[in-house]
T-cell receptor, first 115, second 113 residues
Framework: GAGVSQSPSNKVTEKGKDVELRCDPISGHTALYWYRQSLGQGLEFLIYFQGNSAPDKSGLPSDRFSAERTGGSVSTLTIQRTQQEDSAVYLC?????????????FGQGTRLTVV | GNSVTQMEGPVTLSEEAFLTINCTYTATGYPSLFWYVQYPGEGLQLLLKATKADDKGSNKGFEATYRKETTSFHLEKGSVQVSDSAVYFCALPSSGSARQLTFGSGTQLTVLP
């Protein structure tokens, strides 16, 4: 499809395990964002990529969280040693330029449940 | 950094009622302002935006006017439909040079037939 694709759509994992979440942005979009949406909360910014580099990692909540982007396209968000408070919907978005200037397109998210 | 305060929900209206969802912001300068909408089971999508003071963004019958005097960007619709049931988010760039958006907490709207 032409939209932002995220996989898996749902993930249940045991506390302490590592998880990888994948995002396929819209082709040609140089900017890519990860947000976290907890139940009843707004969107919490995690990290922003411009091409393959991440000029802003300020939102990553701890060193258990990391992300990379390869080939200016696919991005992976990795959470190590998951905790129950990591349970949330993880949203990926992409935009042609910065989202402050152009429309950001969002995927449907990955719902992560840590049990 | 910039921030946004959004009217808390949930909001429940009857079809054809008038809708207002309040949004106020704190920002350096005059950044673009956005409303995003998340329909059930779907990703967020841009509803409308305004790029400078006094601009009015509009789409699908929704409107919002960028008011610098009151630092507000309230979302309005004159006659809501059941299909407008969704979560609505007000947003703006996180800072003057930031590429990412800061979002409000979202307002759940339910329209009853």
């Amino acid at each position: 499809g032409a939209g932002v694709s995220q996989s898996p759509s749902n993930k249940v994992t045991e506390k302490g395990k590592d998880v990888e979440l994948r995002c396929d942005p819209i082709s040609g979009h140089t900017a890519l964002y990860w947000y976290r949406q907890s139940l009843g909360q707004g969107l919490e910014f995690l990290i922003y990529f411009q091409g393959n580099s991440a000029p802003d990692k300020s939102g990553l909540p701890s060193d258990r969280f990391s992300a990379e982007r390869t080939g200016g396209s696919v991005s992976t968000l990795t959470i190590q040693r998951t905790q129950q408070e990591d349970s949330a919907v993880y949203l990926c978005a992409s935009s042609l330029m910065g989202a402050g200037n152009t429309e950001a397109f969002f995927g449907q998210g990955t719902r992560l449940t840590v049990v | 950094g910039n921030s946004v305060t959004q009217m808390e929900g949930p909001v429940t209206l009857s079809e054809e009622a008038f809708l207002t969802i309040n949004c106020t912001y704190t920002a350096t300068g005059y950044p673009s302002l956005f409303w995003y909408v998340q329909y059930p089971g779907e990703g967020l999508q841009l509803l409308l935006k305004a790029t400078k003071a006094d601009d009015k963004g509009s789409n699908k019958g929704f409107e919002a006017t960028y008011r610098k005097e009151t630092t507000s960007f309230h979302l309005e619709k004159g006659s809501v439909q059941v299909s407008d049931s969704a979560v609505y988010f007000c947003a703006l760039p996180s800072s003057g040079s930031a590429r990412q958006l800061t979002f409000g907490s979202g307002t759940q709207l339910t329209v009853l037939p």
